[in-house]
Structures are given as structure tokens and as C-alpha cells.
């Protein structure tokens, strides 16, 4: 969002609340409007579409305290007598005419404000500047953020494991050490920001900066190169490193490596490693947050009857009594024999009984099965039967 989107529309009237609002008053108001004009709820209707987005626009800058302190010295700025529009949309500051579009570099031949328009003017304003109108030196850049897939068996997933990870990607120069000069020589203090890493305007009554040219905002300048890097710090390299995943680690879960991405130019901080987990699915066991799953088939006589289980854990077995009259379907637990979270405790694992009705019988066990019929109560379905003979 530009300086002049900021100026040019008023947050507080689209949702419909006063400057001094609360932050609790600007958020009932926004949910206001969005539920009124979500999309989902207005389908076809551009209008409510544009409603919505200008809400959630508005709602982005004035929720955040320290955007909407910025979004009020600007307006207050501009409210203040110092440009008054016109008819046009122009402007009269001092009476001179003008258009507020120029200010804001819409001309790419406009140097008024030192070639940046009228953004750079309030970066200088708004976004760190010291006393003096001096901004903050830049320094060596920060590297980039370097992210990684892993695939990770079920059991190691749960358990947790250690894994070498091989990348190929930038790394900071064995040569230079990451600060682009020839072995032997040092970058030297930029002789035209002398190491401020800005440089600054006058204009008027008005003072800017913007990032030295001569040494791209860094204070610094390699006069002799490194051959390797060629003055960057950093060379494209295959790396291993051994990265733990922590026991319980999920599928879809991100692991943060900080300061194992790519390097900063010129001995700048390192980016991070983000590694993202996808966990391969295990043939017996699933997963639900904490608890491992399990599904184990039983015989009609032994749900019936009762029986005791053996049943694998993924570092063992264990014994699970299942009691006489069980239904298929009933779950049985084994405590502790779960997922191990951070605090040291374990989940469950939840077995499954899947009560297991044979396709085929010998005539003996049909002889059987005949006499138990005869010898035990019928299901209860009279609510059933009732129902049937109300519809017949």
C-alpha cells in the first residue's frame, strides 16, 4: 500500500468508526462490515466484493498500532493547512498548483524530491529516521531464507531421530570468509556515505535519505574482489548437516533452523532453514494428535465369549483383555503406548475391534450357530418393528 492510498482514503469512515476509536471498537466494527459483505454471503454483487476488500484494507493498517500511529501523522500532516486540494485533486502548497500524483513519482523524469517521489520523502519520515534526518545505516544484508522437504518414516516420526540433510545451495565463501575482498585485503569505508550506509538531501525545507548508490547501503566498498565470489560472500555450494526432528514431529510441521540458510552478503546474518516434514504412512498404526490407532480383527465367538489380545505397539507388544459381550467397534486402550509430547508424558494407543463375520461356514459350525440362535433372546428391535407396522 503506497503513501498516497494512505492519504487519500479514509480508513476510519470505512468501517464506519471514530478516530479515537479503541482497538476493540475497530475490531467489532470490521467484523461488522465483513460479515455484512463477505463474497460468500453476496455472490454476484461487486460492490459488496469491494466493500469487503476496503475493510479488510483498512482494518490491516488500523489494528496494527504502530501503522495506525503512521496513518495518523500522515493524514494529520496533510489535514493540517500544509496541502489543500483542489478541485482536480491537485493541491495548493503555498498556492502554487500541483498534482498530488507527482508527488509520488508518477513522472519518471521527476527529481524534485531526489528522484525517489514523494515515497521516498515520507520512508525517510516514517520508517527509522534519526535526528538530523539521518537514517539508520543499513549494513551487510541479511541472507535469504532457505526452505527443504523431508519424508520421514511413521516410527521415526513418533519416536523422533536424527537425519544427515544434504542441500545445494548458497553458503558463505571458504575463500573470503563471506566478506567479498581478496585474501589479504578488507573492504574498505565507503568513501562517499563515510560508512553511514545512506546518504542525504536537502530540499527546501525538507531533508531525505536514501541508500548510498556508491556502496549499495552497505558502508563498505571491496576494492580488489575475492576470485571465488567475485565480491558477493557467498558461493553456491553442497552442504550436509545433521538435523534432529524432535520426537512427535507431525506431518505437514515446519522445523526452524535458525541461521542455517543462505549468508548475508558481505558477512551479513545468515537467512533460516525452514524443513518441512511429510511423514510416510505406517501399514498397521495411524495417528490422532498424541494417540496411535490400531484396528484389530476378532472372531464372533471371541466377542462373544471374551478373550485376551496381543497386539504390536512400535516398541513392543502389549496385552489388552477384551471382555465378554463386546461389540464390534469398541475401542480399547493401552495407556502410554502413544506419541511421547514434549513434557515427557505419552498419548494412548486405541485399538479398534473389528468384529469379523465368516463368508462361508462347515455345516457343523451352522449347526451350532443354529442352536445358539435358538438358545439366546432375540436382538431388541421393537422400536423398529413398531415403525414397520405404522408405515405398512
Not at 482514503?9 to 461488522?32: H, N, P, T
Not at 495548493?92 to 514523494?118: H, K, T
Not at 543499513?138 to 521415526?156: K, N, Q, S, Y
Not at 562517499?192 to 563498505?220: I, K, L, M
Amino acid at each position: 500500500m503506497s503513501s498516497k492510498d494512505w492519504i487519500e482514503k479514509d480508513f476510519y469512515a470505512v468501517l464506519g468508526v471514530d478516530k479515537a476509536a479503541s482497538a476493540d471498537d475497530i475490531k467489532k466494527a470490521y467484523r461488522k462490515v465483513a460479515r455484512e459483505s463477505h463474497p460468500d454471503h453476496n455472490p454476484g454483487d461487486p460492490k459488496a466484493e469491494e466493500r469487503f476488500k476496503a475493510a479488510s484494507e483498512a482494518y490491516n493498517v488500523l489494528s496494527d498500532s504502530g501503522r495506525r500511529r503512521e496513518y495518523d501523522e500522515m493524514r494529520s500532516l496533510f489535514g493540517s493547512g500544509a496541502f489543500r486540494r483542489n478541485a482536480r485533486g491537485g493541491g495548493q502548497p503555498g498556492g502554487m498548483p500541483f498534482d498530488v500524483s507527482d508527488m509520488f513519482g508518477g513522472g519518471a523524469g521527476d527529481r524534485r524530491f531526489g528522484g525517489g517521489g514523494f515515497q521516498d520523502l515520507f520512508s525517510s519520515i516514517f520508517t527509522g529516521g534519526q535526528a538530523g534526518g539521518q537514517a539508520a545505516p543499513r549494513g551487510p544484508a541479511r541472507g535469504r531464507d532457505v526452505e527443504t522437504e523431508v519424508a520421514l518414516d511413521f516410527g521415526d516420526a513418533v519416536r523422533g531421530v536424527t537425519l544427515p540433510l544434504t542441500l545445494r545451495a548458497p553458503g558463505v565463501c571458504d575463500t573470503c570468509h563471506g566478506n567479498g575482498a581478496k585474501p589479504g585485503t578488507q573492504p574498505q569505508t565507503c568513501p562517499v556515505c563515510h560508512g553511514a550506509g545512506v546518504t542525504t538531501r536537502n530540499q527546501g525545507s525538507f531533508s531525505f535519505s536514501e541508500p548510498c548508490r556508491n556502496c549499495q547501503g552497505v558502508g563498505t566498498v571491496v576494492e580488489e574482489k575475492c576470485p571465488e565470489c567475485h565480491g558477493s560472500g557467498g558461493v553456491t555450494k553442497t552442504r550436509t548437516m545433521n538435523v534432529r526432528f524432535p520426537a512427535g514431529v507431525a506431518d505437514g510441521q515446519r522445523i526452524r533452523l535458525a541461521g542455517r540458510g543462505e549468508p548475508g552478503e558481505r558477512g551479513g546474518p545468515a537467512g533460516d532453514l525452514f524443513v518441512h516434514v511429510k511423514v510416510r504412512p505406517d501399514e498397521l498404526f495411524g495417528r490422532t494428535g498424541d494417540d496411535l490407532t490400531l484396528t484389530v480383527p476378532v472372531t464372533f465367538a471371541e466377542a462373544v465369549l471374551g478373550t485376551d489380545l496381543r497386539v504390536p505397539t512400535l516398541d513392543g507388544a502389549v496385552t489388552l483383555r477384551v471382555p465378554p459381550g463386546t461389540p464390534s467397534g469398541r475401542v480399547l486402550r493401552a495407556r502410554g503406548k502413544g506419541v511421547v509430547r514434549r513434557d515427557g508424558q505419552a498419548g494412548d494407543l486405541l485399538v479398534t475391534l473389528d468384529v469379523v463375520v465368516p463368508a462361508r461356514v462347515s455345516d457343523e459350525a451352522r449347526t451350532a450357530l443354529e442352536s445358539f440362535a435358538e438358545q439366546t433372546p432375540p436382538a431388541a428391535r421393537e422400536h423398529l418393528d413398531a415403525r414397520v407396522r405404522r408405515v405398512s
